[in-house]
T-cell receptor, first 118, second 117 residues
Framework: GAVVSQHPSRVICKSGTSVKIECRSL??????MFWYRQFPKQSLMLMAT?????????EQGVEKDKFLINHASLTLSTLTVTSAHPEDSSFYIC??????????????FGQGTRLTVV | AQSVTQLGSHVSVSEGALVLLRCNYS??????LFWYVQYPNQGLQLLLK??????LVKGINGFEAEFKKSETSFHLTKPSAHMSDAAEYFC???????????????FGRGTQLTVWP
């Protein structure tokens, strides 16, 4: 099946610094990538949708300047948490729509990134 | 609009007992429905999915779910719980069956399953 690789799996950073999270589709091209955030003991909420070659689409309430999303190529999407604060500590996970022509009907998720801001 | 309601944030069962995790959905179009499992500090693993074929769907690890349109439900069951089933379970709905939004999911709040020895 299709594989989405997400790195890093865990990161601890100081307050005020920026953190970049990468998601790569390993054996297929992903023109779209979904970025979710999961607060402790809560569900996953869609933050934004990245699109290769165009600007990302952000969900209501998500700060575009704080969560920078770049879809640099057909296999790479990145989420950068800028000037991170402790309240940004969360579990971030990406997913790619199923590749065309393979008959899949489910999204493929990365392994997730646990961000802790101290 | 699409939404998912998972009744019960915590479910506890004894090992060997029936597992029933409830999920009701709301969708303006015929939905695709999914159950995912998440172990601590890990990503999501797909258990099973409903994509308008058979209403009774069998998944991995002995889990199954039945799509009931009249009840807008997609409850997850397993006849006999195992200790290794202890995890967080998420029900999700997708409103798209084609195009670039295919794969965008709306998740329920999750149900933490505890299995007692």
């Amino acid at each position: 099946g299709a594989v989405v690789s997400q790195h890093p799996s865990r990161v601890i950073c100081k307050s005020g610094t920026s953190v970049k999270i990468e998601c790569r589709s390993l054996d297929f091209q992903a023109t779209t990538m979904f970025w979710y955030r999961q607060f402790p003991k809560q569900s996953l909420m869609l933050m934004a949708t990245s699109n290769e070659g165009s600007k990302a689409t952000y969900e209501q309430g998500v700060e575009k300047d704080k969560f920078l999303i770049n879809h640099a190529s057909l296999t790479l999407s990145t989420l950068t948490v800028t000037s991170a604060h402790p309240e940004d500590s969360s579990f971030y996970i990406c997913s790619a729509p199923p590749p065309r022509g393979r008959g899949n009907t489910e999204a493929f998720f990365g392994q997730g990134t646990r961000l802790t801001v101290v | 609009a699409q939404s998912v309601t998972q009744l019960g944030s915590h479910v506890s069962v004894s090992e060997g007992a029936l597992v029933l995790l409830r999920c009701n959905y709301s969708s303006s179009v015929p939905p695709y429905l999914f159950w995912y499992v998440q172990y601590p500090n890990q990503g999501l693993q797909l258990l099973l999915k409903y994509t308008s074929a058979a209403t009774l769907v069998k998944g991995i690890n002995g889990f199954e779910a039945e799509f009931k349109k009249s009840e807008t439900s997609f409850h997850l069951t397993k006849p006999s719980a195992h200790m290794s089933d202890a995890a967080e379970y998420f029900c999700a709905v997708s409103d798209s069956i084609r195009g670039s939004t295919l794969g965008r999911l709306y998740f329920g709040r999750g149900t933490q399953l505890t299995v007692w020895p």
